[in-house]
Nanobody, 123 residues
Framework: QLQLVESGGGLVQAGGSLTLSCAAS????????MGWFRQAPGEEVSFVAA????????KYADSVKDRFTISRDDAKNMVTLQMTSLKIEDTAIYYC????????????????WGKGTQVTVSS
């Protein structure tokens, strides 16, 4: 089945930028909505961004809207999350996920998950 592997995490200063990538294998992502979730230390997994299989529309959590951009390249079977103006509160493990549905922004609606990549924002 579908496997997802995140990359691009690391340490960045507040106000900086970072781009995360999600490489898919096993199946094409063309029929999946793709999303990013994150989990801060001691917190529950929360929604970050999603992009429908058609490329439009996209959906963002209020906390990241206008700062993060999700995109997909189905030919390369990849999804990216461009993060700018990073804040300390963006520190979390970021997960790539895939869903066969659209319109619900909860982790339980996403059936395929990567193992995550750590993003740490320092002051």
């Amino acid at each position: 089945q579908l496997q997802l592997v995140e990359s691009g995490g690391g340490l960045v200063q507040a106000g900086g930028s970072l781009t995360l990538s999600c490489a898919a294998s096993g199946r094409t992502i063309s029929n999946f909505a793709m999303g990013w979730f994150r989990q801060a230390p001691g917190e529950e997994v929360s929604f970050v961004a999603a992009i429908k299989w058609s490329g439009l529309p996209t959906k963002y959590a209020d906390s990241v809207k206008d700062r993060f951009t999700i995109s997909r390249d189905d030919a390369k079977n990849m999804v990216t999350l461009q993060m700018t103006s990073l804040k300390i509160e963006d520190t979390a493990i970021y997960y790539c996920a895939a869903s066969v549905g659209w319109g619900v922004w909860t982790p339980r609606q996403y059936g395929y998950w990567g193992k995550g990549t750590q993003v740490t924002v320092s002051s």
